[in-house]
């Protein structure tokens, strides 16, 4: 049985940061109604790669939801909605500030509404402090939250990382808030507001920069392969491992641009490893060698023991390597690209890239639920199209007439002139 059956998730989210939230309590058996303006979700038109089909950016975000258009700027729309929030136990969004407040709900009136109704909020900065009228995306957050100023090489430019920390991060944030404030409703009948800001969901996912940063006030860090005596601010140490064990990639075979096995050189395993590397390179007393005889002195010399890796990692491919080490007990991981983790058996068996059918693109994949639930599989199923459940929901879940539905329809409570979805505003 589902996890999540019988909690209805009325979803006003967009983009990235909700939808990845809404997605997985779906996935966990939640009924989720995707409210959308009539002219749907901008991401449904962004970055298309089949004319007139929703985009890969909104079937990879909406699946296991329902859509109904109601057009929040008519009364007879908003009437439509407090209807719905009525029947729904969270209520979910992620506009830009005010912006469900100028539709007429505030946290204040949905409460009173809807006394038992969650309500999950994600903005860029939250509702409080000098940023909190700021819009944010991904990068923005990353960038505020502390995530690019720690990624990177000290000589070259701030980066962003590839995963979506700001975004579906945030996402993780909330859908964990909702969890908890449902279990707090079961007990108390109440609902609450639940509010994530995505500066704080970087900043929580940047804790370890913290622990740097409040080290740096007393001593040099000296597992980083950079020089930090003097900084104030925790500075871009590339691949470093940012924990106490020594890491970094190690270049492999034949030297293309993921041609690299990321390797932790352990306390425990540097011996074995050293024995190992050592006769291959030329130096057969490696593991004795004075300069990497203890963790300091690896730590002091470590940009000269990448070096020797990186000799002995080009004699192989990063699957060979990883073969070897594995042997060894050394933890390491090629970097592995889309490519890779498309056509991986391991991926694959997981259900993690998983193969959906679309009415409009045809086949296509999905990431796949990296929660399992042993009692609870999560069973993925293609996203919906626009107002594709429109009829479905009033009937079912308002309990409407063909002829109530006709005339809200009429009177204008789930369209507008109608506008197209376009590539302009991609993130
Ligand atoms: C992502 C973001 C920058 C996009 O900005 P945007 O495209 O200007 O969208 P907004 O959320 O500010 O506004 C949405 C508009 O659609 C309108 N709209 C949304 N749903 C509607 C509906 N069902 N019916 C009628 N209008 C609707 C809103 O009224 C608003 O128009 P308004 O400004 O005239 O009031 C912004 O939503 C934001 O900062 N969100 C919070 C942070 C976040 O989640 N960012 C990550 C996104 S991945």
Redesign the pocket.
């Known amino acids: 049985m589902e996890a999540l059956k019988g909690i209805r998730v009325l979803d006003?989210t967009?983009?990235?940061?909700?939808p990845t939230c809404s997605q997985l309590l779906a996935w966990m058996g939640a009924d989720v109604i995707k409210?959308?303006?009539?002219a749907g979700d901008?991401t449904r038109g962004q970055l298309r790669d089949v004319p007139n089909a929703d985009s890969l950016y909104f079937t990879m975000l909406n699946c296991n939801k329902r859509s109904i258009t109601?057009?929040?700027?008519s009364p007879e729309?908003k009437a439509v909605f407090v209807e719905l929030l009525k029947k729904s136990d969270i209520l979910m969004e992620?506009?830009?500030p005010g912006?469900l407040d100028?539709?007429g709900f505030s946290w204040e009136k949905v409460h009173q509404i809807n006394p038992r109704v969650i309500l999950g909020s994600?903005?860029?900065f939250g509702s409080s402090g000098p940023y909190a009228d700021f819009?944010?995306?991904?990068n923005v957050a990353q960038a505020m939250g502390g995530a690019m100023s720690t990624t990177g090489v000290p000589e070259g430019p701030p980066y962003v990382t590839g995963a979506q920390i700001g975004?579906t991060g945030t996402g993780l944030h909330l859908a964990i808030g909702l969890l908890a404030a449902l279990e707090h409703r079961h007990r108390t009948g109440q609902g609450q507001y639940v509010e994530v800001a995505?500066m704080d969901g970087v900043m929580n996912l940047c804790r370890v920069k913290w622990r740097d940063h409040q080290r740096l006030s007393r001593q040099e860090l000296a597992e980083y392969s950079v020089p930090t005596r003097g900084l104030a601010a925790t500075p871009r140490a590339g691949n470093d491992s940012g924990g106490g064990q020594l890491g970094n990639a190690v270049k492999c075979k034949p030297g293309g641009p993921n041609d690299y096995l990321y390797v932790v050189v352990q306390e425990a395993v540097w011996h074995g490893l050293a024995q190992r590397v050592g006769p291959d390179i030329g130096h057969p007393q490696l593991a004795v060698d004075p300069r990497f005889a203890h963790i300091g002195d690896r730590r002091k010399n470590q940009n000269e023991m990448w070096r020797l890796l990186d000799q002995f990692g080009s004699n192989y491919s990063k699957r060979e390597l990883m073969s070897i080490l594995n042997d060894l007990d050394v933890p390491c991981g090629p970097i592995m690209s889309t490519e890779d983790l498309a056509r991986d058996e391991h991926v694959r068996g997981r259900e993690m890239y998983v193969e959906l059918d679309h009415p409009q693109r045809g086949k296509w994949h999905n990431v796949g639920m990296p929660i399992k639930l042993s009692a609870s599989p999560a069973s993925i199923k293609r996203s919906p199209l626009l107002g594709e459940h429109t009829d479905e929901i009033l009937k079912e879940v308002l309990g409407w007439s063909d002829e109530e539905i006709a005339a809200k329809k009429h009177a204008g409570a789930f369209s507008t002139t109608p506008s197209q979805t376009s590539d302009v505003?991609a993130r």
């Open positions: 006003m967009h983009v990235q940061a909700g409210l959308e303006s009539p901008a109601v057009n929040m700027k729309g992620n506009f830009g912006v100028r539709f994600i903005k860029g819009k944010a995306y991904e975004d995505m505003g």
